[in-house]
Nanobody, 121 residues
Framework: QVQLVESGGGLVQAGGSLRLSCAASGRTFSSYATGWFRQAPGKAREFVGAMSRGGNTYYGDSVKGRFTISRDNTKNAVYLQMNSLKPEDTAVYYC???????????????WGQGTQVTVSS
């Protein structure tokens, strides 16, 4: 069992940056693959990116080259660095964990509560 808590969301202008954090308790993040998803109002949950237990990273096409996932095992946390933000990045962002990496939300067992990111034009 692992509990996840996201933080770092907020309001930012287009072109700006934010870094989201996902802190884990209960188990170490190195035991899990970690995914980031987002959901905008009226839209389906979208894959943003993921990191395998071995540290390999995967990104959705809409964020590739702008977003970066990293992990700090000493802090038991995973981060999503978001650069060159666009208004269409506005959504609630969720981190999730699973024994193996996946690109679909149903691949993940544990979820955080989400953090709102709003990008103004």
């Amino acid at each position: 069992q692992v509990q996840l808590v996201e933080s770092g969301g907020g309001l930012v202008q287009a072109g700006g940056s934010l870094r989201l954090s996902c802190a884990a308790s209960g188990r170490t993040f190195s035991s899990y693959a970690t995914g980031w998803f987002r959901q905008a109002p009226g839209k389906a949950r979208e894959f943003v990116g993921a990191m395998s237990r071995g540290g390999n990273t995967y990104y959705g096409d809409s964020v590739k080259g702008r977003f970066t996932i990293s992990r700090d095992n000493t802090k038991n946390a995973v981060y999503l660095q978001m650069n060159s933000l666009k208004p269409e990045d506005t959504a609630v962002y969720y981190c999730a964990a699973a024994p193996g990496v996946g690109l679909e939300s149903h691949d993940y067992l544990y979820w955080g509560q989400g953090t709102q990111v709003t990008v103004s034009s």
